[in-house]
Structure formats: structure tokens, C-alpha cells
DNA sequence: AAATATACATAGATTATCTATGTAACTAGA
DNA sequence: TCTAGTTACATAGATAATCTATGTATATTT
């Protein structure tokens, strides 16, 4: 369902998004965007990992291995470079939305990003 | 200000937006755009023209050269796969927006598209 | 006459994308 | 204890997308 060209646009936000909230591994954050976005959003994990990859690179991310509960994961956090980054993002999303809501005649989003 | 990978997202729904409402040429187009996003959305011709060339030869939308004001431009419409594919662009992005409203805590939206 | 705006085109370097495939450990059920 | 399924991470590399830079030409404005 979902169109290729958005499904590589949302995965950065996304995960910028979900590593906000607290450090965070491969595996799971899949689960968690499938669960959030109620079944829509079904990715891969070939699909993920190199994204993963690729935002550690960058710095926007910093990676960890953790063991726990007899399991060894990669924990990914946030790094300051990419809580800016996530907040541009933000704003470059709204801005794209607000100005596909104004043609579909749809309501926008009138809200700051902080 | 705009991210690469939302740029690149967003023609397409844009476009077939944009030609949703009447034949239009790409010049035009890029002015819409910028005038509708309130000069944030800024294409170059150079990015919109192939754009509009893969959309033709995937059949989204049809050409015709036509001549007013003295000026021969080329025009496009959509097609009724166009049309379809509009839907399935819509249903996408409002599907992705919604789970990052839900992560961002803001109002989702509630509509059918139609 | 010159500068700017309108209008379309494309080569091609650069980069992105994701499927397919591989490894390995753990878990639940039969 | 065997099997199937799940959890968990990794990467090669084929395929495709992207957009800058560049080119052409006409029309309009200064």
C-alpha cells in the first residue's frame, strides 16, 4: 500500500522520531512503527538497517551494544546533530503537508515545531 | 530548509495534484508551487522536467504542445491511471502523516479520501 | 541593446534504495 | 530433541532515482 518514494522519505523522520524518545534497537523499532501506525507501515529490516547505518555515519545517531535478558542488541540514541536534524525535518514536513492540505482543501497544521 | 528526501517525495503527489485540476505547463507548475507553499516549495526547471517525463512514459499524465499568446508551450494532463494513482498518493501520505502525528502527538487527520 | 524572464530539454555524475541472502541465537511446541 | 518460528544484525550489489549543470531559444522589460 505504502508508495515507494514516501517510504524512503518517512523512514528518517521516523527514526530520528523513536530514537527521541529513549535509545532504541533494529528489531524493535520495527515493531513499533508497524504497531503505531496500526499495520500501515510494515518495513523490512534489510530495509532498515543500512538507513541505520548510514544516520551513524552521519552522527546523527550513536550506536551501543547492550546485553540484556540474555540478549546482545544494538542500541541506537539520538546524538545532538540529529535532534536538529529531527527538527528540520519536522519542519520541512509540516511545510510539504500545509502546502498539500492548502490544494486538497484540507485543513492544515497550524502549529510550531520546538 | 527543504530535506532532500521530502523534496523528492513530494513532486509527485504535487504534480498530479497540481494537473488534478486542469492542464497546466511546466513552467507554470513551478510557479504554482511557489506561490502556493508560500515560497517555501522553490523547483527548478531542470528537476521538474524529468519528473514530468517519467510521469508521461508511466502513462500518469499526457502531453500536448499548444500555442497561445504567442508562445508554444507544452501542456499536461492527467490520465485516468493518473487520476487512480492520485488516490493511492493520497491515502500514502495521509497514512504516513498520521503515524507521525500519533509519535509527535498532534492532531491527526481524520478524513476519507475520496 | 542588454538584461531578465519565460520555456523546454538532457547528459550523466552522484547517490539512494531495498531485495536477497547470510549468520546465529533463542523459544515454543510437538 | 527436533523443528519451526522468532529475534537480531549484517551487507553485497543490482536497480533506480535524483538533480545540477548546461544548452537552446524566444519574449519582455529596462
Avoid: C
Amino acid at each position: 500500500m505504502m508508495t515507494k518514494g514516501l517510504m524512503a522519505a518517512s523512514t528518517k523522520p521516523l527514526i530520528l522520531t523513536i530514537l527521541s524518545r529513549g535509545k532504541n534497537y533494529g528489531y524493535d523499532i520495527i515493531q513499533e512503527v508497524k504497531s503505531v501506525s496500526g499495520g500501515e507501515l510494515l518495513w523490512s529490516d534489510g530495509m532498515l538497517y543500512p538507513v541505520l547505518h548510514k544516520l551513524e555515519s552521519e552522527k546523527m545517531i550513536s550506536s551501543e551494544w547492550i546485553e540484556k535478558d540474555d540478549r546482545k542488541r544494538k542500541y541506537y540514541k539520538l546524538t545532538e546533530k540529529g535532534r536538529k536534524e529531527l527538527i528540520k525535518e519536522k519542519e520541512a514536513w509540516i511545510s510539504v503537508h500545509n502546502t498539500l492540505m492548502r490544494f486538497w482543501e484540507l485543513p492544515e497544521m497550524k502549529i510550531s515545531i520546538k
